[in-house]
Each structure stands twice: as C-alpha cells, then as structure tokens.
C-alpha cells in the first residue's frame, strides 16, 4: 500500500462525504429492530440496494423461515477474496422518553464534543458503521480503479434474536464460501480513549429458553392462571421452572450440573496461559489502570448500567488467572431473565396469582473445544434423568467457537494499518462472547477479524445512540473510518 494510494483515498471519501453522510442516514431511518419484527424485510432490501450501487455483480435477498438476509458478490478479478459478515437489526429503542433525537430520525447535529455526529439508533451498533464499510468499498472503487480484492457478502437482521436462520444461509452458499481466503468485518471500532480492541477468538455459545406449562406437566392451572390462594392444593408450574433450573448448577452457578458437561473441557495449556500473561503485560503497558485492577476491562464488565467491584472467588485479586478464567472457563450458565406471573407495577400482569407457565431465557457460553450440539442434547438428556421430561427447549442461537492466528495475514495487514495511523489495536486472545461469524473460522478455517477500524460512537443500548462523522484528535471520524476500512484491504492484498 503505497502513501499515494492512501492520498487518493482520502481525497475520495472527502469529496463523496456528504453522500456517505446520507447513506447512513437512510438505513438508521429504516427500523431493523429484531426483537419487535419491525421493518427487517425492508433494512434488507435497502442493503441489497447499497450492494448494488457499490457495484455488486450479485445482491440479492435471500429468504428465510424469519426475517430475509442478504448476498452479494463483487467480483474484482483479485487474487484474494474475503466474506464479509454483516448485521442488519439493533436492538429495541427502549424508552423513546429518554431520546433527545428521533431514534429514526438520522439526524446530522453539530456537537461540543465531537463536531458533528449522526443520531439514531443502529448509528453505531452497527448499522452506521456497516455502511461505513461500504462506502470505503466504493470510494476505493472509485479512487483506485478496483478493489484489491473479491468480497462476498452474507448479511442478517436477526442477530440480536441470536440469528436463528443465518446458518440457513451459509449452508446455500457454503460451496461459494470456499474460496474466500478471509473474514474481514471492519467497523468504526475506536473506544473513547482512542484505542482499537478486536479479539482473535470467540466462544461457542447455546442460548436457549426453557418452558413449562400446567397442559405440559399435567399438573397445576392449564389455559390461565388462577388464584394464589390455590397454591395451598394445587401445583405450581413457577416452581417446577425453579426447580429444573437449579438443577442446572450448583455454588450459586458456578458449578455446572449438566450431566457430561465438563467431558467436552480442555483446561488452558500452558502456552495457552503464557500468551493470556504475555497479552496482560502488554496490556499492563497500553492503559493507566494500575496492574492489579486490569481485570476491570475484561471484556463485558462495562456494557450495562451496573458495576462489579469484585469477581467470582474472589478472582480480582489475581489479574491473570481473572483473564485465563474469563476466556478458558467453562462455568458460564446465565440466566438472562425469568419470566412468571406477575411481574410488578406497569407490566400489566396481576397480582396474587398462581401462574399457568413460565418460561426462563439462560446461555450458556463455552470455550474453545466445546461443540454446543453435544451440548444441547447433554441439556435434554440432563433434563429427561432430572425427571422434567416437560420442560421444553427452545434454542434461539447456536455457535461454534474460533480462533485466528495472530500472525496470520489479515492481522498483520490491519496491524501495520493502525500503526501507521498511530493508533493502539488491542487484539484479545478470545472474547466471552458467541457470535455467529465465528464459523467462518471453524467451517471454513480462515481467519476472522470482527469489529476494527477507526471512527467512535457510542450508546448502542440507551438513549441518544451516535457515530462521530468529523472527530477529534483522539477519535477519528467518518473519513478515517472509512480510510482504515480501505486501506486495510490494501495491505491485506499486498501480502
């Protein structure tokens, strides 16, 4: 990639900035909200038409039992070719109260902060920021004369509902994925500080609800719910779901129970840990946070509005073993919400009732080495010996672990590109997370590279959700954004 190349490109997505701007603007105007079902068919149809205008020789929607995704293939007559995962849906908008922007409003505002910002929810998680991506494709396109490589596309709008159908979709196009040498998904990937983290792993994952019923059973309330003063003669359903899931673990969740679970575990080898040590040393060197509190930034703990001042067995008190156990621990059955009866002020559920059902939302997250098919059936059988035959399992997302080699050539290209641009990229040896992309490193075994790239954003969970468009001098905006996305690309092919 050559220093002319990098001129032409800025001066490119310079130039085209203000049609960028306004391709943003029309995909957060357009609801993808998965949870709700609202407006998938039509974010699909709208990225099929950005491929299209980016040049795209295929796009088109593919059909699913859910929502429809999304193909598309540009052919640049490239040596290499990378697949690009992409992710449609946001998450709910939540209460519109707390919003000082319509959260489909994409409007472009000039702020004190961060000069001008686009808000909407998807600005930055990730819909804002996918587009981004494709932009960076097309003003390559355009700067250069061609991209330096092929790409293929397999986009969803449901993996906030933990993308039921997108395996669907890989299978018609497996033959395709073949011969793609990467998975490349670059995003605006900055945090406040002005640092780029990825992670060179994911977890498998199972998520899952279970459900019971009285018509299930065979016992307490069928059809509805009936009065609590029954409970003294009839069963409640409420508490056989307690029951069957605290079948499931033991310590208050830090034992697992799940007949064979632990077969499936390989505990980190040594060189396994050594790279976890060697990741905290340089870690140690790349934040103020003294050494002794690093496990603060494990991966997660600051995602939501609630704070952890100390870790399961006291693991704080040991930063490596808090990281080692964060990656490699097998003991991560949570359960994200039950839900029964009556649910308080405001839910429009009634009180003093004995409930007819009941239904609890967990996952389960697994290292490296764990199959989450064998898990699921070893969730059955668990269930069936455990006597709760009628406790049903409604999996809702399925994914395989990965793992990319830090050498590979798709990292040093993108850490060559960060370096360049003086930028720290932080790349973890695993996340915690189970994610869909992560099968193209195992079915396909390329390497995956989630989430990098400059540009910032943030409040993808709450009110007033943004993606910077001009920056600062620690958070790049949309320019650099797309900069890094394309230059990527060029030092990926040069390799």
Same mark, same amino acid.
Not at 192 to 202: A, C, H, P
Not at 257 to 286: K, L, S
């Given at each position: ?18 049609? %960028? ?8 105007? +357009? ?13 699909? &149809? ?12 295929? /796009?088109?929607?593919? #059909?699913?039992?859910? /929502? ?9 007559? /490239? ?77 969803? !709008? ?23 040498? =990467? ?17 060179? @792993?994911?977890?498998? =994952? ?25 409970? =003294?003669?009839?069963?409640?359903? !409420? ?17 697992? #129970? ?5 077969? +499936? ?12 040590? =060697? ?6 060197? +790349? ?56 649910? @308080? ?11 007819? &059902? ?16 064998? !898990?699921?059936? +070893? ?19 399925? %994914? ?21 641009? @003086? ?47 001009? @920056? ?12 890094? %996305? ?6 990926? !092919?040069?390799?």
């Amino acid at each position: 990639m050559s220093t002319q190349d990098s001129k032409q490109l800025r001066e490119q997505i310079e130039s085209d900035l203000d049609d %960028h701007i306004d391709r943003i603007q029309r995909a957060i105007r +357009q609801p993808s909200v998965s949870v709700d079902r609202n407006g998938l068919r039509g974010i699909a &149809e709208l990225a099929r038409d950005y491929l299209e205008e980016i040049g795209c020789d295929e /796009a088109e929607l593919v #059909e699913t039992d859910g /929502a429809p995704g999304v193909w598309g293939y540009y052919d640049a007559g /490239a040596e290499k070719t990378i697949v690009n995962y992409g992710m449609l849906d946001t998450r709910p908008v939540g209460d519109e109260d707390e919003w000082t922007h319509d959260p489909f409003g994409g409007e472009l505002v000039e702020t004190e902060a961060y000069g001008r910002v686009i808000y909407g929810r998807g600005a930055i998680k990730v819909k804002g920021a996918f587009v981004a991506w494709l932009n960076a494709l097309e003003a390559t396109k355009h700067a250069l004369g061609e991209l330096p490589v092929n790409v293929m596309f397999l986009l969803e !709008a449901e993996e906030i509902n933990g993308s039921p159908h997108y395996y669907e979709m890989l299978d018609r196009y497996a033959d395709r994925i073949r011969d793609a040498d =990467a998975c490349l998904c670059p995003l605006a990937g900055q945090s406040e500080d002005g640092n780029v983290t990825g992670s060179l @792993g994911y977890k498998s =994952a199972l998520y899952f609800t279970l459900q019971v019923s009285g018509d299930r059973w065979g016992r307490g309330p069928v059809g509805g719910d009936i009065h609590a003063m029954s409970n =003294a003669t009839v069963d409640s359903p !409420a508490w056989r779901l307690v029951d069957a899931l605290s079948s499931l673990t033991a310590e208050n969740g830090t034992q697992i #129970e799940i007949d064979g679970f632990y077969d +499936q575990y390989e505990p980190p080898t040594e060189d396994e840990r050594a790279e976890v040590r =060697a990741f905290v040393d340089r870690f140690d060197t +790349q934040t103020e946070t003294p050494r002794d509190e690093l496990w603060q930034h494990l991966p997660g703990l600051s995602l939501g509005g609630g704070e952890v001042t100390r870790l399961k067995a006291d693991l704080q008190d040991n930063v490596v073993e808090a990281f080692v156990q964060h990656f490699y621990g097998p003991e991560s059955c949570n359960i994200q919400g039950i839900n029964t009866g009556f649910l @308080g002020s405001g839910t429009g559920t009634k009180p003093f009732i004995l409930p007819g &059902e009941g239904h609890a939302t967990l996952d389960l997250r697994m290292p490296r080495g764990f199959d989450p098919d064998i !898990a699921h059936r +070893q969730l059955r059988d668990h269930l069936d010996n455990q006597g709760f035959e009628d406790v049903d399992i409604d999996v809702f997302g399925k %994914h395989t672990w990965c793992k990319t080699d830090p050498d590979s050539d798709l990292v040093v290209a993108a850490r060559e590109v960060f370096e360049d641009h @003086g930028t720290n990229l932080t790349l973890w040896p695993f996340s915690a997370a189970g994610i869909p992309w992560a099968v193209f490193g195992t079915r396909f075994d390329i390497p995956v590279l989630y989430g990098i790239g400059l540009g910032y954003g943030t409040n993808s969970d709450g009110a007033d959700e943004f993606i910077v468009v001009d @920056g600062t001098d620690t958070v790049g905006g949309l320019v650099d954004c797309e900069l890094s %996305h394309a230059e990527i690309l060029l030092a990926y !092919a040069d390799r």
